[in-house]
C-alpha cells in the first residue's frame, strides 16, 4: 500500500478522518460528518445523532435506523393527519362543531358523528335495508366474537394438563392434580370447539345472505366481510 493517501481527491470529511488517523488528530465532538457509500457502515451513530451527507441531506439516527429529517417531520404530520382523521366525522357534508362525548364514541366505532350516523341509517331504512343491516352488523360481530373465543379454546385444549405447577404465596412451588381426568376435559373442550365453529358457520351463512342485499348499495356503514 502506498504511503502517500491521494488526499485532495477524496471527499472533504473523508479526509478529515484519514487526517485523524494518520495524524492523531482530534475529532471535534459535535462536529457533522458527512459520509457517502461504504463509509457509512464503519461509523456508530447513537440514536438523537444528526448529520449532513456529501447530497447535502440531513439524517437523524432513530433506534429503528437512520432517517432524513426531512421525511422525519412528512412522518409525524402524517401519522398527526391520520389521527386527527379517525377522531373527525367521515361525512363530508358533516355540519356539527363540537363533537359531544357520544359523538366521539360514535366516531372511534362508526367513523360518523351523532347527526350523520342518524342520516346514513335513515337512508338504510328507506331503502328498505335495515333489516339486512342489522343482520350484517350482529353476524359480523359474532363471527369475530365467536372466531377469539374458539382460539382460546383451542388453546385451553393444548395447555391442558392433568396436574399443575402452582406458585405458592409463600413463594413454594405446589403441585395441582385436577380431579376431572384430562382425557375427559380434552373431549370436553374439543366439543365446546365443535359448538362453537358449527354456530360461527352458520352466522357466517347469515352474514353472506345479508352482503348479497346490501353489497351494491354501497352503504358507508357496511364494509366487506373479511372472514
Ligand atoms: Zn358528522
Avoid at 20 to 40: C, I, N, P, R, W
Avoid at 100 to 121: P, Q
Amino acid at each position: 500500500m502506498a504511503k502517500e493517501f491521494k488526499k485532495k481527491y477524496m471527499h472533504p470529511t473523508r479526509r478529515k478522518l484519514v487526517d485523524m488517523v494518520l495524524h492523531g488528530q482530534e475529532y471535534e465532538k459535535d462536529t457533522f460528518v458527512s459520509f457517502a457509500g461504504a463509509d457509512e457502515a464503519n461509523v456508530k451513530r447513537n440514536v438523537g445523532d444528526k448529520w449532513t451527507d456529501s447530497n447535502g441531506d440531513m439524517w437523524e439516527q432513530k433506534e429503528f435506523g437512520k432517517m432524513k429529517v426531512s421525511d422525519l417531520s412528512d412522518t409525524m404530520q402524517e401519522v398527526r393527519n391520520y389521527l386527527d382523521k379517525l377522531n373527525t366525522c367521515k361525512s363530508t357534508k358533516c355540519k356539527t362543531i363540537k363533537y359531544s362525548r357520544v359523538d366521539k364514541k360514535l366516531i372511534s366505532k362508526t367513523g360518523y358523528c351523532i347527526k350523520c350516523l342518524a342520516i346514513k341509517e335513515f337512508q338504510i331504512k328507506d331503502d328498505g335495508m335495515w333489516e339486512a343491516y342489522e343482520t350484517y352488523k350482529i353476524t359480523s360481530n359474532m363471527i369475530s366474537h365467536g372466531l377469539d373465543v374458539v382460539a382460546k379454546f383451542k388453546q385451553a385444549y393444548s395447555d391442558a394438563k392433568q396436574e399443575y405447577e402452582v406458585v405458592g404465596e409463600d413463594g413454594k412451588i405446589e403441585m395441582w392434580r385436577m380431579e376431572k381426568d384430562i382425557d375427559e376435559l380434552k373431549a370436553e373442550i374439543l366439543a365446546d370447539i365443535e359448538r362453537y365453529e358449527s354456530e360461527i358457520q352458520e352466522a357466517i351463512k347469515l352474514r353472506d345472505g345479508a352482503w348479497e342485499l346490501l353489497k351494491d348499495k354501497n352503504y358507508d356503514l357496511v364494509t366487506a366481510p373479511i372472514n
